[in-house]
């Protein structure tokens, strides 16, 4: 059954969701800038004791770079998957899904082998005073790796660090059922979401994290596919964009700016108040489960994001007369909309080079000059991955000589 079957009932509006979903095959530029944008904070985040991680929006509210990379693979999701759900029906949709399961899932298992290994070589080498397997925790895998290889490749055994893949792979594995209750109700798909989420936020739904411990998976995917399929929705259509308004313009402020004292680590230090507020409503701001004012938080700063770079993402795009800096920013833009458009192996690499560039700032000494340095260096990569990935994915060999 595909979204333009004319069995379907009124309802359940097939039409209208097949030219949604035909539409969403157009890529959006807004969708690739701020995942660029988040690829960057998310190296910058993942770099032990890295001073520009005091200025990563995570200090200053209570969501972070893990709400932008989730929400847009929700509407990159709508883009890749639903026009293959809408024109060949829900069983190549699905497995189309189940085939970019099968990509993270391997991504996942190697980016943990891989950082397992260097961390490992690190130690052996006898160069470095830190202990780097232990920094990662890895010592549980290394003291038993034959139970925990069996973990690992099972996801019973999901080490921190290694936690937002399989938590997307979860998710994308969702896809199929919630594109079929939207085929059946979009209230009924929205019910069952959120009703997933509520379960989350009363553990009742997680997976374990490793089997000598209660501990759950960092990121529950239950929680966090809320937000993905908020992402989904809007992409495809099913939830209606908001207007442009100046009184949501100012509610979206409030809430950003009045999560700042209750969220920046020098105002809740110097403020008793927050600190007892925080420990009382840590279920509302809690990542693991994706609390409730995470999501609000989120939504307010997506929003003023989408009314700055205006329709289509107008905004962003500077004129082709305005310009020596208008030049500049036209081929920065471009090298962050390609660093979005290559999400997963820049995502992959970013993680791995994180811990190299952690110990590069070892050796080198934490000074503004050194990880401003590193830093920059580890942006370079990036957007040479996603130029090659980028380049790999065009099959060059396949076109005609000219």
């Known amino acids: 059954m595909s979204l333009a079957d004319p069995t379907l009932t009124a309802r359940s509006q097939p039409a209208k969701d097949h030219s949604v979903a035909a539409s969403a095959a157009i890529r959006d530029p807004r969708l690739d800038f701020f995942r660029g944008i988040a690829m960057f904070i998310i190296l910058i985040a993942h770099v032990p004791g890295n001073w520009l991680a005091l200025w990563i929006p995570a200090r200053f509210g209570f969501s972070d770079a893990t709400e932008i990379f989730v929400f847009c693979s929700g509407m990159a999701s709508a883009i890749a998957f639903g026009k293959v759900f809408a024109q060949r029906g829900w069983g190549l949709g699905a497995a189309r899904v189940a085939f970019r399961c099968w990509q993270v899932y391997w991504a996942h298992i190697g980016l943990f082998l891989a950082i397992a290994m260097t961390m490992a070589a690190l130690n052996a080498s006898g160069a470095f005073e830190r202990d780097y397997v232990g920094q990662l925790n890895l010592y549980p895998f290394f003291n038993n790796p034959e139970q925990n290889l069996i973990g690992l490749m099972t996801l019973t055994y999901v080490p921190n660090y290694f936690d937002i893949l399989p938590m997307y792979l979860v998710i994308l594995a969702m896809m199929p059922a919630f594109v079929a209750l939207v085929w059946v109700h979009r209230g009924l798909a929205a019910l069952v979401v959120i009703t997933i989420w509520a379960f989350a936020q009363a553990d009742i739904l997680y997976f374990p994290a490793e089997p000598w411990s209660a501990r759950e998976w960092f990121f529950n995917p239950f929680g966090w596919q809320l937000i993905f399929f908020t ?34 680590f020098r105002l809740i230090g110097a403020w008793d108040y927050a600190q007892l507020w925080r420990a ?16 609000v ?8 994001a989408w009314v700055a770079v205006g329709a289509r ?21 471009a090298v962050i909309m390609k660093v ?13 080079l994180a811990r190299l560039m952690g110990a590069v700032l070892d050796v080198t000494g934490r000074n503004h000059l050194s990880m401003l340095l590193v830093n920059l260096l580890g942006a370079l990569v990036l957007v040479a991955v996603a130029y090659g990935a980028g380049w790999f994915k065009s099959q060059p060999w396949r076109k ?3």
Request: aromatic share 12%; glycine share 10%; proline share 5%.
């Open 313 to 333: 993402g107008a905004r962003l795009i500077p004129s082709e007369t305005g310009g020596a800096l208008a030049a500049l920013w036209r081929r920065s833009l």
């Open 400 to 402: 005609a000589k000219g």
């Open 231 to 264: 992402g989904f929705a809007l992409m495809s259509g099913w939830l209606p964009a908001p207007p442009v308004d100046r009184r949501l313009v100012v509610l979206a402020l409030v809430i950003v700016l009045g999560t700042v004292p209750f969220a920046h």
């Open 297 to 304: 938080h989120f939504l307010a700063l997506a929003y003023l």
């Open 280 to 295: 009382q409503y840590d279920l509302l701001i809690a990542k693991t489960d994706f609390g409730l004012l995470r999501y």
């Open 340 to 352: 979005g458009q290559q999400s997963l192996a820049v995502f992959i690499t970013s993680m791995y």
